[in-house]
Antibody, heavy 120, light 107 residues
Framework: EVQLVESGGGLVQPGGSLRLSCAASEFTFSRFWMTWVRQAPGKGLEWVANIKEDGSDEYYVDSVKGRFTISRDNAKNSLYLQMNSLRAEDTAVYYC?????????????WGQGTTVTVSS | DIQMTQSPSSLSASVGDRVTITCRTSQDIGNFFAWYQQKPGQVPKVLIYAASTLQSGVPSRFSGSRSGTDFTLTISSLQPEDVATYYCQKFNSAPGWTFGQGTKVEI
């Protein structure tokens, strides 16, 4: 079964750092753009960052530029999100998702999410 | 930058009603567009990809269409299990793969 499993969430103080991971299985990870999406409590979905198949291009929502870094290790079928200088407004469930660029333009596979809470 | 607006933010309809949700982009983005359904406490799932193609396994009462920069999700006959929040999403480089604000559908 095609699957994404996130880990690394938790409680962190404002200004702190956290690294999220997303393990992919049962598909050729290196053929797909990958993305992080977050959802603050009671709010809508917010695209956070994405990264090209080979890791050569990455894009970020303005609110996290300079603080978050998306990366991937295709040999390990893994996606990462390094989050620094965390703020209360970064509190959210973070999902990793696969972008299907092969005609099925959509995020067609999602993980279950990992919760990040930024609070003192 | 390409802006996107989703409407309405919420709606209430009766079982069997036809429901329409719209997203409008400020520039042409082609068919790089998708619709998602998120039920309370669940992970979002794709309903429509490439603007108008129904994802496998999604009931045929859901449909998507595009007219220029206007994208529409239609539920032809609303069912109780369709209570959810629906999101649109565009895929282009600037300012990113933005989601619409969401439409909460209630019975």
């Amino acid at each position: 079964e095609v699957q994404l499993v996130e880990s690394g969430g938790g409680l962190v103080q404002p200004g702190g750092s956290l690294r999220l991971s997303c393990a992919a299985s049962e598909f050729t990870f290196s053929r797909f753009w990958m993305t992080w999406v977050r959802q603050a409590p009671g709010k809508g979905l917010e695209w956070v960052a994405n990264i090209k198949e080979d890791g050569s291009d990455e894009y970020y929502v303005d609110s996290v530029k300079g603080r978050f870094t998306i990366s991937r290790d295709n040999a390990k079928n893994s996606l990462y999100l390094q989050m620094n200088s965390l703020r209360a407004e970064d509190t959210a469930v973070y999902y990793c998702a696969r972008y299907n660029n092969y005609g099925r333009y959509s995020l067609d596979v999602w993980g279950q999410g990992t919760t990040v809470t930024v609070s003192s | 930058d390409i802006q996107m607006t989703q409407s309405p933010s919420s709606l209430s309809a009766s079982v069997g009603d036809r429901v329409t949700i719209t997203c409008r982009t400020s520039q042409d983005i082609g068919n790089f567009f998708a619709w998602y359904q998120q039920k309370p406490g669940q992970v979002p799932k794709v309903l429509i990809y490439a603007a108008s193609t129904l994802q496998s396994g999604v009931p045929s009462r859901f449909s998507g269409s595009r007219s220029g920069t206007d994208f529409t999700l239609t539920i032809s006959s609303l069912q109780p299990e369709d209570v959810a929040t629906y999101y649109c999403q565009k895929f282009n480089s600037a300012p990113g793969w933005t989601f619409g604000q969401g439409t909460k559908v209630e019975i």
